[in-house]
């Protein structure tokens, strides 16, 4: 079955780190392309970030940048978001999706709160 | 940035009546337009990606089409099962956006 699990969710103060991780199965994961989409409690969806099958290419959202990064390990079949320097806007389901959004993670919740 | 608008933001609609949801781009985005439903508390499913192109498992009843900067989403006989919010997102170029989204609950 193809699969995309998250992980790493939980509650953070503001101006701290937390590290999301994403795992696939069932599927070449070094193949495709991922992102991180994110949605705020009671809101739409929020493109995060992209990476490239290779790494390659990596692209952030403004709201983001310089903040968060995207890494992968192809070996592991896992994707990761590493957010740093957290604020209260950045309360969110974390999701990650494959490709153009075909195969999507259940979501983990981050939470900004002191 | 590319930015996305939906029309309408909400539509409450009887079963088996047709449905038309548009996205308008800010700029041309060539056919780099994809359509997601979300139900509560689910993820998004994708519906239609590249403005047109159907989706294994998606039932026949949506479809897409546009390019450039309108793009439209069809549900055609809408069922129960099809009360969703749906988006549309872009892919033409970075960041990618998506549109704020429209609510479809049925009569």
């Known amino acids: 079955e193809v699969q995309l699990v998250e992980s790493g969710g939980g509650l953070a103060q503001p101006g701290g780190s937390l590290r999301v991780s994403c795992a696939g199965s069932?599927?070449?994961?070094?193949?495709?392309?991922m992102k991180w989409v994110r949605q705020a409690p009671g809101k739409g969806l929020e493109w995060v970030s992209y990476?490239?099958?290779?790494?390659?290419?990596?692209n952030y959202a403004d709201s983001v940048k310089g903040r968060f990064t995207i890494s992968r390990d192809n070996a592991k079949n896992s994707l990761y978001l590493q957010m740093n320097s957290l604020r209260a806007e950045d309360t969110a389901v974390y999701y990650c999706a494959r490709g153009e959004g075909d195969v999507w993670g259940q979501g983990t919740t981050v939470t900004v709160s002191s | 940035e590319i930015v996305l608008t939906q029309s309408p933001d909400f539509q409450s609609v009887t079963p088996k009546q047709k449905v038309t949801i548009t996205c308008r781009a800010s700029q041309s985005i060539g056919s780099s337009l994809h359509w997601y439903q979300q139900k509560p508390d689910q993820s998004p499913k994708l519906l239609i990606k590249?403005?047109?192109q159907s989706i294994s498992g998606v039932p026949s009843r949506f479809s897409g089409s546009g390019s450039g900067t309108d793009f439209t989403l069809t549900i055609n006989s809408l069922e129960a099962e099809d009360a969703a919010t749906y988006y549309c997102h872009q892919s033409s170029s970075f960041p990618f956006t998506f549109g704020p989204g429209t609510k479809v609950d049925i009569k």
């Open positions: 990476i490239s099958s290779s790494s390659s290419t990596i």
């Open positions: 069932g599927f070449t994961f070094s193949s495709y392309s």
């Open positions: 590249y403005a047109s």
